[in-house]
């Protein structure tokens, strides 16, 4: 029977550096991922010491300006180093999408002294960030948090409960959305506050179905002090910059989707052509065949449509319905590739002796994070139709 093991996507990159990069990468997931992400993952455990290899390997700040540590890379690129990330790992995809969200806000608005002080030990120092926006009571409608943030002269009191952050009790930076004026979206503003905060703890990691790795939990401010030098942006200004990072970060989603499709089609092809069943391989069947010509090319659309997205971005132009739409599509493709994968693999799909089955419990979570799919459908509809009538 001839070799159709699953070859490294043949990527299109835009320069010789790109390509450098994307190798290392490669590397270091074969090195340092790969071999112990399904063991990890079942036993819950955190790889701290693996972000470290990656910040000192300089691809935790890599869409950002190398004056601060960053990698200058266009977001073409480093969405397609978290593909490469998450298709090992989503924990570890997912973990450095994140991170680049956190650093968002002050890499975007801070001042110049800001990022001065701040940002070089956030892209390239080994430490570790967080996002801080939904509350138990507000996720799709973040405009309603409670989180409050009181003037004390020179400092803001910080008091309330975030919830659902992934890299809760361990990162070393939080950034945080918290209410400084009124009701709705313009009484929010964006702060940078420490890990080891006085007041801050972290709940006890949320027991989820998939990504065990990856610590999710409420985070509590009980009268968290932060001097004004930390309030990123202007008063009031808080939720527009929310709303910038998420932006961006729904395409990271999408990029750890394809991952995550990418990674159960590889699988599901190197079993159909390796299982024999009635003297032949599986994938001789027409059923199968199809099924996998069909995954194969929701993987290549979505990884085209998060691309073209990205382009946008790298160019200056308005990229927010694009965002959502490969948001949506590479997300539901996941879902779906993940599910026809352990079809394919049959019984043994089932079990966690095969990767499937875990990139199935994965994939279902991207659906949910930065926005659930219906929350961009009404995003792409806005932008489609305009705003709903009231």
């Known amino acids: 029977m001839p070799d159709r093991a699953p070859q490294p996507v043949d990527r299109t990159l835009p320069t010789e550096e790109a390509r450098d990069l994307i190798a290392l990468v490669r590397e270091i997931v074969q090195r340092e991922i790969a071999p112990r992400a399904a063991e990890e993952e079942e036993s819950g455990r955190f ?40 298709a090992a790992r989503l924990t570890v995809g997912l973990g450095v999408s994140v991170h680049s969200l956190a650093c968002h806000a002050l890499a975007g608005y801070g001042t110049k002294e800001q990022r001065t002080e701040h940002l070089t030990a956030m892209l390239g120092g080994g430490l570790l960030g967080a996002y801080c926006l939904s509350e138990p009571s507000s996720g799709s ?52 506050v420490p890990g080891d905060a006085e007041g801050l703890s972290a709940a006890a990691p949320e027991k989820k179905m998939g990504m065990k790795g990856s610590p999710t939990a409420q985070l509590h401010f009980d009268g968290v002090r932060v001097p004004d030098a930390r309030r990123i942006g202007d008063e009031g200004q808080g939720f527009a910059i929310a709303l910038s990072a998420l932006d961006s970060g729904r395409l990271g989603i999408a990029a ?41 090319t929701k993987v290549e659309a979505g990884r085209a449509l998060y691309l073209a997205a990205a382009r946008l971005r790298d160019r200056g132009l308005p990229f927010s319905k694009e965002a959502a739409m490969a948001k949506l599509f590479c997300t539901d493709t996941a879902m779906q590739v993940a599910t026809d994968a352990v079809q394919i693999l049959g019984g043994y799909g089932y079990t966690a002796d095969f990767p499937v089955e875990r990139l199935m419990r994965e994939a279902k979570v991207l659906q949910i994070v930065e926005g659930t799919n219906q929350i961009q459908r009404m995003v792409i509809a806005r932008h489609l139709a305009g705003p709903e009538s009231r």
């Open 47 to 86: 790889p701290r010491e693996l972000f470290s290899l990656l910040s000192e390997s300089g691809l935790l700040g890599l869409p950002y300006d190398s004056e601060y540590g960053g990698g200058d890379q266009p977001y073409e690129v480093y969405l397609q180093v978290l593909e490469e990330l998450a």
């Open 141 to 192: 409608d973040a405009a309603s948090l409670r989180t409050k943030a009181e003037r004390d002269g020179d400092d803001w009191v910080i008091t309330g409960t975030k919830a659902w952050i992934t890299h809760g009790g361990v990162a070393d930076f939080y950034t945080v959305l918290a209410r400084t004026g009124g009701e709705g979206a313009r009484g929010i503003s964006a702060f940078l």
């Open 256 to 296: 750890c989707a394809i991952g995550v499709a990418q990674a159960a089609l590889d699988e599901s092809l190197a079993y159909a052509t390796g299982r024999q069943q009635f003297g032949r391989p599986i994938a001789d069947f027409q059923g199968l065949r199809f099924m996998l010509a069909d995954m194969a």
